[in-house]
């Protein structure tokens, strides 16, 4: 249901539906139960450590080294989603209405805390966090869009039944405060931001992919279907069709390859990510600044991954480490893994570790 990958690639945590939270060794090829009753949303990894975070089901939140060391503990809400800085001190949680709260403890603040709809209920999926340590900067992505400014809704406001700020918002780390909002998805989102702070991504169940440039929020470029191209936003009207599309930078894809999309996740530094498909066992590798696929992944038809269904509740089961080029993938129906070896020389992405 959700994993992480440390910084090193070596390590995987994962946890499942029966509750258990699994750490697997890449290198040694191994695995063990670390726990039987974690939060099924929580496992992730701590940024420059080898060592996770987690929550057990009497909603204490811990993080824990690879050999077990408790570096820290604290009792939450039971959060659908959460976060930590490499130096433990900055904390960001999301609970089931999408509400985000930085800190725990006393110290515990609301962040975004404005509507109950949507909500992990009404969507069927979590409100997806990314951090950029480096540039002080996360993100939110949920569903929808509005073209609502930063400076009519405040992002905090109890009365408020639906959520200003459900789609993709780019927030200040250490203020709390949104810093810009990006317009254009539909429908169920998610994005990341890549770990130098400098590009959001974000595509879509309806096939919308964009990105951004953080020093330039107001300029939004769209990302280039994998059939019809870029679709362009200020074309002339022409006959029997209002669209147009820039199909210059199209490369073949394979057959049945939709753009629906379930997760997004960078896969080598800030310089290339992927695009999961729903439904399917493709991944589309874009570079950043770039709108246009640069290859086609197959992700192997046996076993099914999370990407073959429409899992958007599961998509915390897709994890990264960008720095050494690692994907680990849960399986749709089976509690193993698939991990995958990027290599940005060859621009290939091999299996090499499957655990059924």
Known sequence: MSAGVSDSGRYVITAHRDNSLILWDIKEEKWKTFNGKANVYSATFVPDRDAFLWQDLNDEVKVQTVTGEELLNFNHFPTYGHLVSSDLTTYLSADQEWNVFKGYGDNRKPVLKDGISPSFIGSGKLLNLAMAEGKSYFITAGSGDDDDPIEDYA????????????????????????????????????????????????????????????????????????????????????????????????????????TFTIAVAFIHNSEYYLRFGNNSHFAALFKTGSPWPVKYFDLGQSPKLVTYGSNYDRNTAIATSPEAGILAMGHQSTGGISVYQFDPDELTLERIWVVK
């Open 155 to 258: 992002p905090i406001d109890d009365g408020r039944r639906f959520s200003r700020y459900s789609g993709v918002t780019l927030w200040n780390t250490q203020t709390g405060k949104p810093v810009a909002k990006f317009q254009g998805n539909s429908s169920k989102t998610h994005a990341t931001i890549s770990p130098d702070g400098q590009w959001i991504v974000s595509a879509d169940e309806n096939g919308i992919g964009l990105f951004w440039n953080t020093n330039q929020p107001d300029m939004k470029h769209r990302l280039s279907s994998y059939h019809s191209g870029v679709y362009l936003d200020d074309s002339p009207y022409e006959t029997g069709d209002p669209r147009n599309w820039d199909d210059s930078g199209l490369i073949d894809a394979p057959s049945g390859l939709h």
